[in-house]
């Protein structure tokens, strides 16, 4: 019984151990959840918008920058793709029946291996096949729509024209990647000024809490002339008063949504007692 | 190889060999058995169905479902529910698929050196899967009544694809059992010339059956990672073997089968190493000594090619979808793989320092004392290279900072190279620890002794030396796009060492002279410790892999064709994975004890002679 009580502790003690390990000594990142379901709001869609919905798209739903990222090596950039599209279709490997830009980037996505960038080919495959899923299909599942849509980033982002026109018929219900970042990890609450202020890096860009960023205004005085509403307001809407000799759109306009209310009010509470 | 026990003839090796060819042609017909009868008659029966017409209103597409589709019971995770009884079930599989097969492989050595010892041995392990067995059964049936209670669409359009491999599943259970209990209470029985012939195809059978039926179980499995024999919606074209036949079901074939063979060795190095600690007589210590030395011996033969073999399926999985495959090992998952070098170097460091105490054994061994620590130093710094991430600062917070999960440091792929080289390394020094084991007790009385142990410095050296120029070659001065592929050359060579050393070493040792017998039971009880580690690590190692080949198809029941729209669709993180995984190691753990305490129960006899009436005379 002596023997079967040590054996079973030290089991317990390994597979604690392992638990442990797995729960503590490593970062947990909590997976991207399932796509969800939304409906695309085509009617009133101006190009600006389409774009911005092409490179969420592009970033969450399709899934593209998994394999298309300056890192892995795993796939061609795709900055210029819309710029050599013209000189892909030239190529002699090319097997596709695309003859303008549009049609080339659409068919890239729904037929990769038409063209294949040299040394992306599946392996052993000498390049005539692309390792690369049509993402109109299976697990990615994009849309017409949602293709056009990332065609409209891929010119945008090679700087080019965009040719691709919105499509009208608000068709059926498509589906839009709601949720592509993984969900703000719940942070535990700061509870004094100086953590936020070191938190959300405040001292880079401004003098305050002993730091001596330069980029903003000083603050260490800032409560002797501005009120609590507008200090409230130049965190959550940086841009609704630009402090005099100072460039608007430099302080991040993020504060509102990553702070939490009663942060924020210490905050404000907080920089309106610098005086 | 298995350390004969000193009364040994010149026989053994043949009928090894011997046993070991036989065995892999019954694999072969039973492998070639499955395709004949019962799945060309459900082809042919599609093909008739193809013919009228009617195989579109047969097969319908994949469902597409909401949340509301799937019953729940108050108070009751049904995925986990799913997941603990598919893993225990699992569990068990493995271990009394295991056993068969090497319990075959001792009572064939038995038969050729006539040694009882032997016999005794594999009867004992057959005795403690016997119990097991009925736990898998009971499992397995536990985990099909929650598949059809919390996820019935899903258990229907399997089985509506995989309807006859379920039924033949079905009947070969009965043989399995059949042959089973055959095997085990006719044990004593099938003994002695020709009988036991027949007592040793029994066996051959009894393994043919159970690899078959792990092949069917396999292939609804891969069907769902990889699925075959369907058109994008999800409609099955009627080819059953296409079904079956998908483009994971031989990785993983391969995979499972030494897997399960590693394990079960491990859960049998577990029991020896309980009746060794609670045996009071010293015989009894020599016998449970000597089974828990040949079942880590099991283990580790079938642990050393079990990374290739992972390599062999991570390789395929990347082959199917590039996408999948970068699931698997650069995003979230990827910290897996730490935790998993964690385990496996867990396992290795407890397999080596088992191999060492048991030099105590032997009276020869002190030669060899002073170079242990030199492998110990090697093999715990293989294994730090292995497991030490590539940066140890990434938080979640930096993470998303970053953009996201898929981040450069965090692949392991990049980083894929120096990790290879580390486990080329620790295989080949565990080699060695081997090695040194085996000629502890022997020295050897061949001419060329001196020459061959020059030969083999020379080849491991050399070969170590073509391991690190290989791992910073291609960590370094290559931007291969398929990194898991340039691991080969390292692997070839190791596997080069392993085999042309073992050889070396086996003629080298020929008719050696012992330096002493061996003393079977004289270790220490703390080296017995090293053995459960083993089991331990090895169950929970196989939890945390089940996770992640099932997670790899993250919301999708059957990948990109049926998607799981229940509330548990998300993929859970590791260390919610983890919990799960250690709650059914304990669940896991209680069971195994009780199958041990039972296989004991059942020889002992309490004698109440006053209780029973005294018959008339």
Known sequence: MRNFLKVLCFSLLVIGLFAGYSNYGIPQIEPAPPPVEEKLELGAMTMDKFIALGERLYNGKGTCTLCHNPTGGRAPQLESAATVASERMQDSRYQGTASTVVEYLYESMV????????????????????????????????????????????????????????????????AEEKTAEPPPAPRAALDTP?????????????????????????????????????????????????????????????????????????????????? | ?????????????????????????????????????????????????????????????????TAADYP???????????????????????????????????????????????????????????????????????LTFLLVLFYPHLFQYMSSIFKESMFYYALLFFLESATLYLYYYGWHWLQGGFRKWVHLSLGLLLNAVG???????????????????????????????????????????????????????????????FKFLSARKSEQRAHYDWMGYNANFIAISALLPLPFAGYYLTAEIYAYSQQMGITLMGGVFAWLFI??????????????????????????????????????????????????????????????????PYHKYLGPLGIMPAKNTAVNIMILFTTLSFIFYRRANKVATVSW?????????????????????????????TNTVYKVAASIPQVLTTLTIIVTSTAIDAFMYRGAKQVAPLHWGRVSDRSQYALFLLAVAFTWLMGLMGYIRSGIRQHWHVTNVFRDASPDAFTPGL???????????????????????????????????????????
């Open chain 2, 211 to 273: 690899t078959l039926l792990m092949f069917l179980a396999n292939a609804w499995v891969t069907f769902m990672m990889s699925p075959a024999g369907v058109d994008p919606a999800g409609v099955f074209s009627g080819d059953a073997w296409a079904a079956i036949h998908n483009f994971l079901w031989n990785p993983i074939n391969i995979h499972r089968v030494i897997a399960n063979i590693a394990y079960g060795g491990s859960i049998v190095g577990a029991y020896a190493a």
């Open chain 2, 449 to 477: 002794a001196s020459a061959g142990n020059a030969i083999q410095i020379a080849l491991f050296t050399a070969g170590i030396l073509n391991i690190f120029f290989l791992g910073v070659y291609h960590g370094y001065f």
């Open chain 1, 194 to 275: 100086d953590a936020l202020i070191a938190k959300f890096t405040c001292g880079a860009c401004h003098k305050v809490a002993g730091q001596v960023g330069a980029i903003g205004p000083d603050l260490t005085t800032i409560g002797a002339t501005r009120d609590k509403a507008y200090l409230r307001r130049s965190l959550l809407d940086p841009n609704a008063d630009v402090a005099e000799g100072f460039m608007a759109g430099m302080m991040p306009n993020i504060y509102g949504t990553q702070m939490s209310a009663a942060e924020l009010e210490m905050l404000v509470d907080y920089l309106a007692g610098l005086k």
């Open chain 1, 111 to 174: 037929e990769p291996s038409a063209y294949v960038v040299a040394g992306f080919g599946k392996a052993g495959s000498n390049d005539s096949e692309s390792p690369m899923p049509d993402v109109s299909a299976g697990g990615i599942g994009l849309s017409d729509a949602e293709l056009k849509a990332i065609i409209a980033y891929l010119q945008d982002l090679a700087g080019t024209d965009v040719t691709v026109s919105i499509p009208t018929d608000a068709a059926p219900a498509e």
């Open chain 2, 575 to 617: 260390g919610y994975a983890a919990n799960v995984v250690s709650v059914g190691t304990i669940l896991f753990m209680a069971m195994v004890i009780f199958v041990f305490w039972i296989a004991d129960v059942s020889s002992r006899k309490t004698a109440a002679d006053a209780y029973w009436k005294t018959p008339p005379a």
């Open chain 2, 72 to 142: 729940t019971i108050k108070g009751v995770n049904s995925r986990i529910a799913v997941w603990l009884a598919a893993q225990l079930h699992l569990w068990f599989a493995a271990f009394v698929l295991a056993v068969p097969i090497f319990v075959f492989i001792i009572e064939a050595i038995g038969m050729g050196t006539r040694d009882k010892r032997y016999d005794n041995m594999a009867y004992e392990f057959i005795k403690v899967s016997i119990t097991a067995y009925s736990f898998t059964a009971i499992l397995g049936g536990l």
């Open chain 2, 1 to 65: 190889m298995m350390i004969k026990p000193p009364a040994s003839n010149g026989k053994t090796r043949r009928v090894r060999k011997a046993g070991l060819v036989v065995f892999c042609l019954g694999l072969l017909l039973g492998v070639l058995a499955l395709s004949l009868p019962g799945l060309d008659s459900g082809i042919a029966h599609a093909a008739e169905l193809a013919d009228t017409g009617a195989d579109t209103a047969t097969y319908q597409p994949a469902p597409k479902l």
């Open chain 2, 339 to 404: 935790i998993q070098a964690v385990l496996i170097g867990t396992l290795f460091l407890s397999a080596n320092y088992y191999l060492w105490c048991g030099m105590g054994r032997s009276d020869g061994a002190v030669r060899y004392h002073k170079y242990i620590k030199y492998l110990a130093i090697v093999i715990v710094g293989a294994f730090l290279v292995w497991f030490t991430p590539h940066t140890l600062v990434l938080t979640n917070e930096e993470l998303k900072a970053l953009g996201g």
